[in-house]
């Protein structure tokens, strides 16, 4: 049998979702671990395959593109998949100990279904291989996105995922467009055969100009970022987990891989240089208004807009000696950050749940009464400060490897100044925690929620711990 065969097996959630929705809270909590467990068996069938050959392929239903659909399976597919798998377990555990505000219990329940429906989505997503199933799946993810977002039913949640919404349909439509603009001239959707005929010219400049619009609406990248702080912030918790670390990381993996692989030919050296600007800005920007917010979630909320931006650049590192560690350190940096920032946003959750809001200067005492909650914040605070041995160290330490040893000494400049600014926001939100509030009274939290804050900022250390095999496979997709 193929090994390839494997891959339907990693949507196994899709299925999962309109079971759940017939179940409802019967479903729970054994099927998001049987659907991991499924998930996690078929990555480890695919490990040994993909190591000897490096790139595995399904062609849907035996049609070669350009008549059918292929799926691509490579170490970078590999990881984001894996991490998607942690984070949503994790969630869900998180989820069935969590109790919605004001009585919408009932209303809660549907998040089991859109949780396994993203996760499905997501999935398909990274296996995608041509540019209109990526518009599919991409479109996938943003209603469960917005769904995600408008959760609560409160008036607050409801603006910001109608937001989220059109920003997003905005995208899409940018998407949609350098789509056509692309097979009018080419022919082609799959992406492999579409980067052998590329040519590069106005066309292309053109679709690629709109594909990176549309794909930054649905990242928040800078200076697109406006919606994403107030659709993070008015989520429920879990759901502000799922879209601060797997929604965003989604779409610039996409942005990514079709920047670097499908139009690298277009990709002039001063567009990648101004590529990395945008994303300076982002870390920067992110990053000081992070330090201005009197609110936990919309701490952890600017802080993704930062995070977001290292990844940027490593785009003018790749033409240079050091593409190979340039590569892997910006994904490795995304991996980390996936499992980091859902770490915080469930701390988030439980110290929101504990006193029944995240004001960080109103918030003294929890440290004492919830040490392991604060553990959690700040074992994940050491991927976003870039301190041994996270993951968030390993990324960014091959970054700078790949900046100064190229001679873009100024990009790496940028790594160490957001490294002292994300400390700055980190230690505002942890000294008030640690303070004495004497006997304020604070509620109970059910111990699995904190457990799986806890199993997230763990793996994102463990990532730095490891990050041997992992750094190797993603440099192999890159390098012959």
């Given at each position: 049998m193929s090994p390839a065969l494997l891959l339907p097996g990693l949507i196994l959630p899709l299925v999962a979702a309109p079971v759940s929705f017939l179940l409802g809270r019967r479903a729970l909590p054994w099927l998001p671990w049987l659907v991991a467990l499924m998930v996690a068996g078929c990555l480890c069938g695919l490990a040994a395959p993909l190591l000897s050959e490096g790139e595995l392929f399904l062609h849907l239903?035996?049609?070669?593109?350009?008549?059918?659909?292929?799926?691509?399976?490579?170490?970078?597919?590999?990881?984001?998949?894996?991490?998607?798998?942690?984070?949503?377990?994790?969630?869900?555990?998180?989820?069935?100990?969590?109790?919605?505000?004001?009585?919408?219990?009932?209303?809660?329940?549907?998040?089991w279904p859109v949780l396994f429906f993203l996760w499905?989505?997501?999935?398909?997503?990274?296996?995608?291989?041509?540019?209109?199933?990526?518009?599919?799946?991409?479109?996938?993810?943003?209603?469960?996105?917005?769904?995600?977002?408008?959760?609560?039913?409160?008036?607050?949640?409801?603006?910001?995922?109608?937001?989220?919404?059109?920003?997003?349909?905005?995208?899409?439509l940018c998407y949609l467009l350098g789509i056509a603009l692309l097979y009018a001239s080419f022919g082609v959707l799959d992406a492999a055969l579409l980067a052998e005929r590329l040519q590069p010219g106005m066309t292309a400049s053109l679709a690629m100009a709109l594909l990176g619009v549309g794909l930054f609406l649905k990242t928040a990248l800078f200076p697109v970022h406006g919606w994403l702080p107030a659709a993070h912030g008015e989520a429920p918790a879990p759901a502000s987990a799922l879209l601060s670390s797997l929604v965003v990381m989604g779409s610039l993996y996409v942005l990514l891989r079709l920047w670097l692989e499908l139009f690298g030919a277009v990709l002039t050296p001063g567009l990648r240089q101004f590529v990395a600007v945008l994303g300076a800005a982002a870390v920067l920007w992110g990053s000081w208004l992070a330090m201005c917010q009197r609110r936990l979630k919309l701490v952890v909320a600017y802080s993704t807009v930062a995070q977001l931006g290292y990844p940027l650049l490593m785009v003018p590192l790749l033409e240079t000696s050091g593409a190979a560690a340039a590569w892997s350190?910006?994904?490795?940096?995304?991996?980390?950050?996936?499992?980091?920032?859902?770490?915080?946003?469930?701390?988030?959750?439980?110290?929101?749940?504990?006193?029944?809001?995240?004001?960080?200067?109103?918030?003294?005492?929890?440290?004492?009464?919830?040490?392991?909650?604060?553990?959690?914040?700040?074992?994940?605070?050491?991927?976003?400060?870039?301190l041994p041995p996270s993951g968030g160290f390993i990324g960014k330490w091959l970054l700078l490897e790949a900046s100064f040893g190229s001679g873009q000494w100024?990009?790496?400049?940028?790594?160490?100044?957001?490294?002292?600014?994300?400390?700055?926001?980190?230690?505002?939100?942890?000294?008030?925690?640690?303070?004495?509030?004497?006997?304020?009274?604070?509620?109970?939290?059910?111990?699995?929620?904190?457990?799986?804050?806890?199993?997230?900022?763990?793996?994102?250390?463990?990532?730095?711990?490891?990050?041997g095999a992992p750094v190797r496979a993603l440099q192999a997709v890159v390098l012959p």
């Open positions: 239903g035996n049609w070669e593109p350009p008549l059918g659909l292929r799926w691509r399976f490579d170490g970078l597919v590999w990881g984001m998949i894996a991490a998607t798998t942690l984070v949503c377990l994790a969630v869900a555990v998180y989820a069935d100990g969590y109790v919605p505000n004001r009585g919408r219990r009932g209303r809660w329940l549907g998040f499905g989505a997501l999935n398909s997503l990274f296996l995608a291989g041509d540019i209109f199933n990526i518009y599919v799946t991409l479109e996938l993810v943003s209603l469960a996105a917005v769904a995600l977002v408008t959760l609560d039913g409160r008036p607050q949640a409801l603006a910001a995922g109608m937001r989220y919404l059109l920003l997003a349909l905005v995208g899409s350190g910006g994904f490795y940096l995304l991996l980390s950050h996936a499992l980091a920032k859902a770490s915080m946003f469930l701390v988030a959750g439980v110290l929101l749940h504990a006193q029944g809001h995240d004001r960080i200067f109103q918030s003294r005492g929890f440290a004492g009464r919830y040490p392991m909650s604060v553990f959690a914040f700040g074992l994940a605070a050491l991927t976003l400060l870039a100024w990009w790496g400049l940028v790594l160490l100044l957001g490294g002292l600014l994300a400390a700055g926001y980190v230690f505002r939100v942890l000294v008030p925690i640690f303070g004495d509030a004497g006997h304020r009274h604070l509620e109970a939290v059910p111990l699995r929620m904190e457990l799986a804050a806890l199993s997230l900022a763990v793996g994102s250390v463990v990532l730095g711990l490891v990050a």
